[in-house]
């Protein structure tokens, strides 16, 4: 070890380039001689280089590690908060979402203090803008993707990036007060540890009163254990020069050997036990603890226990480096170890991002199976975050390669969507134009007409494609609220008529029951005229609840029984019937019945001509045979079948000749 190499840079037995003892006993030569020792900061600094290791390029020496430790030390004697790292666990950050991330620093920086969460803020804040800015491509080529056609300038906002700042400014807030109250300190300290180093130079006096002496030395060390952190990049230098001194005052302490031996022999109980406890620590299972534990083991075999006498100097030390050089190779098997669990994480790594390539090669032409291929992508990029850390000098080139692989297979879903961009923008157009034309007739009260009208854009709406995600929601909410307000209106126009269908329902069911009781005086025109003014009678009434139309049926049967008793044409009942039921058709609005009906008058009316076209075929076929006189009856009962056919026919052209008037009104 550096510090331990130097402990005694004059011979902890006393012995030195001159003999000390000789030098005590003159007196002034030995003020002469201490002068020469008393040397300035780069002179020690010259004698601790010229011992100092040589670190090769092959396995590291004892020394080489050694110093490492030294190092570690040296900075976390600068900052002790610098310890309490080692117990706040370093998580697999590169495996967690952005969310957790930001929960994740928030704990840190509130809960921790600021410098033992120095390297596991930095870390989140790497992962985080990797992640993030990986995000905020992807939402950036979405939205060229979908705005080829405008000047808009692209712009995405995420709280987690708010919240993440805002922890970020915090730590760094934190971080700055911290720096700026431990310069202030490291400062002082070091100041009164040079003073301390000055003092110890003055104590060697040979005509001072030893017991004097040892009562300022003694008190010396307790300023200096107590005298606090000082710069790292000073620690090793003030700690060497102090040694130098420290020994000084031990050989000059050669005139009460008695006294040095015994603090000797401390010094070496308690380096003892040190080593007693590192070779338990060799076998400890958690080796990161046990090497945490060595450091500091370290840190009090230089700053706590003084020298031990020369006889046992190299042994004890040599020990003590070859088990911290156990102790190094043990955590350099666990590190290997670690090494080859990043090497499996690259290969699963590997192995994902060469699924999105051969993803971003899958040519698909629908949506729901882009959906499908994007949700793969999405299972793929959670995996790649899980898969755990990878040899540090492949992170960035392994990362690279996914935002490429992931960039590629955006480029491909987007050159799809590109292709539907334009089909969506039809669609916009052609649904525009439906919204415009339903809050055109969202106002009319000609329901009659309007209503087929409105329940056909409806239908019209259905069938048009998808348009463009940021204005689907607004467009349909406009149609929406145009055909709700009509349909609004349609309704309460309904519930108005319903109030008078009911009414007029009661008033024809009141009536029928007196028309029952209804008497024929006799007289033709009298009661054909009394009929004709209870069936204008009852059209006065009104229409009625569709179910409750039956009662239209019961008063076409009284009507059949009255017509029945009057001694009507055949032609005269036949009409009266249909004109009161055309009526009642065309006073409901039952349009589907009333061309049903005229379909049916026409095939009528067709099918009777054919039929009075073969029978005066027939009568042309007996006039022609040779017996003409013997089946003249025959003829005879041929043409009245005919005339019937033509009454027939004259009464469903009267009939199809209303309906077509009806239609015309």
Sequence with gaps: MLEEKNDNLLEADGSATTNLPEMIETGTEVLEELDVVETNDETITEQVEEVAPTITDGEPSNNTIIDAIADTNAEESEDETLKERHDIPMLDYEAMPLESLVEELKNLVTNEKVMSVKDHVEEIKKTFLAKYY?????????????????????????????????????????????????????????????????????LINPQANIKDTLKHFNDLRERWKNAGPIPKDKYNHVWNNYHFHVENFYDYLHLDREARDLDFKHNLEQKQKIVTRVEELINEADVNKAFRELQDLHKIWKEDIGPVSREHRDEIWNKFSDLTKQMHDKREVLFENMRGTELENLEKKKQIIAKIEVLATEKVNAHSQWLAQIEKV???????????????????????????AVRNFNSFKNSFYKDIKKDQNNNLNRKTALVAKAKELQESNDFAATTPIMKQIQEEWKQIGHVPRKYSDKIWAEFKEACNHYFDKLKEQKNEENSEEIEAFDKKK???????????????????????????????FGRVPFPRRHIEGKFNKVLDALFEKLSLSKKDSEMMRFSNRIDSLSENNDSRKLENE?????????????????????????????????????????????????EEMEILKDKLKQIRNLNQA
Excluded: C
Excluded at 383 to 390: E, L, N, Q, Y
């Design 598 to 646: 005229k379909i049916f008058l026409m095939r009528k009316i067709d099918e009777i001509k054919n039929e009075i076209f073969q029978l005066e075929n027939n009568i042309q076929f007996f006039a022609n045979t040779r017996n003409a006189k013997k089946e003249n009856s025959i003829v005879l009962e041929v043409r009245k079948n005919i005339e019937k056919h033509r």
């Design 510 to 540: 009141a009536y029928l029951e007196t028309l029952r009781e209804f008497q024929l005086t006799g007289d033709h025109k009298t009661d054909l005229d009394a009929i004709k003014a209870h069936i204008e009678t009852w059209k006065s």
């Design 378 to 404: 999405e299972a793929l990029r959670t995996a790649f975050f899980s898969a755990g850390k990878v040899p540090s000098e492949v992170n960035e080139e392994t990362w690279a390669a996914f935002k490429t």
């Design 134 to 202: 990986h995000l905020l491509e992807e939402k950036k080529e979405e939205f060229l993707a979908e705005n080829t056609d405008t000047n808009e300038e692209f712009q995405y906002h995420s709280p987690l990036k708010t919240q993440f700042d805002q922890y970020y400014t915090l730590y760094k807030d934190n971080k700055n007060a911290h720096f700026k109250s431990l310069q202030t300190n490291l400062k002082t300290n070091l100041e009164n540890r040079l003073a301390i180093v000055e003092e110890l130079k003055e």
